[in-house]
């Protein structure tokens, strides 16, 4: 047993990693991970000549199966949907390294959001090739199809990632990455302002620092209030925004942090963790605005937040 969990734990990382960026959902890629714990104590670990290809086949397999069915629930979802936040930086690894643009890229929650509109498996085509670099042939095998398809899966995914993000370079383009995000420091100064005009309630200076096409999107799953549908345009946003700390505010403290390989706002009242907030910029307004409030969305990034010791180990 020693050992077959040994195996296991080495093969943990890259097992999480698949699951959480097919999946979306740290919550459903820990379910997923157990089950393929209870898969790997099962089988025949002689007939097993490969134990890390058996495992990354198995968590992808049962990933296939989750999405089919969390297609259903999600149909039926309260409010936007929008990917589980996981907090990363300084002494959270749970993604894996990301010191490179490629890996942050993998698991940035905009690249999550689009991966939602493809299919099952143009999104696992796309994700193994992508992220973790398998051949056209080892998809095929991991995801049970012929490696003709597997590439034709992977083209197809490949340019409906590059149609759906914002203005990408031609380079970026062909592989479905958007251009490089703003500096952290310069990012921080920009929401320093933003944060300053929206608690004073400055409706003109808020809507200064938004774009003209600035959408919001808040994923309360019906748990929180929170708009359910996205909120779109300058004027709009504004007085959301300013509408909703008025009316939820009080008590509540922003820190800058980081979360999918990039900057956030941790928002934190009395009782924890109660949003993590992505923002994006187009020069120096904020074009898009992402806020996870699903409190069954935070329960992870509130444990990784225990875990290093509250809102003064997330390194800012």
């Known amino acids: 047993m020693s050992e077959q969990l040994e195996v296991f734990q080495q093969q943990r990382g890259r097992m999480f990693g698949i699951a959480y960026r097919l999946l979306g959902s740290a919550a459903e890629a820990d379910e997923v991970l157990q089950d393929a714990w209870l898969r790997w104590q099962s089988v025949d670990h002689r007939a097993v000549r490969e134990p890390a290809a058996f495992l990354a086949k198995t968590v992808t397999n049962l ?113 479905g990455r958007q251009p490089e995000r703003v500096d952290p420091g310069h990012w921080r100064t920009l929401v320093e302002r933003f944060l300053a005009a929206a608690q004073l309630g400055d409706l003109a200076g808020l809507e200064s620092m938004l774009a003209a096409d600035v959408v919001s999107r808040a994923d309360g799953g019906g748990k929180v209030n929170a708009a359910r549908r996205p909120v779109l345009g300058r004027e709009r946003v504004a007085r959301y925004l300013i509408g909703v700390l008025e009316r939820f505010g009080a008590g509540i403290t922003p820190y800058f942090g980081q979360a999918n390989g990039e900057p956030v706002l941790v928002a934190v009242g009395p009782e924890g963790l109660r949003a993590v907030i992505f923002l994006g910029f187009d020069g120096e307004q904020v074009s898009s605005l992402e806020l996870a409030l699903n409190p069954d969305k935070l329960a992870r990034a509130e444990a990784q937040l225990s875990r290093i010791g509250g809102v003064s180990g997330l390194g800012w």
């Open 63 to 175: 990933c296939l199966n989750q999405l089919t069915s969390a297609r259903s629930r999600r149909e039926t979802y309260v409010g936007e949907w929008l990917p589980e936040p996981v907090l990363t930086g300084a002494g959270l690894d749970d993604l894996g390294p990301l010191d490179e643009v490629a890996q942050r890229e993998s698991v940035s929650f905009a690249l999550l959001t689009v991966l939602e509109k493809l299919s099952p498996a143009e999104r696992a085509a796309y994700v193994l090739r992508e992220a973790f670099a398998y051949s056209h042939r080892e998809v095929a095998e991991l995801i049970g199809t012929t490696e003709a398809n597997a590439r034709q899966l992977h083209a197809r995914a490949r340019k409906r990632v590059a149609a759906d993000r914002p203005d990408p370079e031609p380079d970026q383009a062909v592989r």
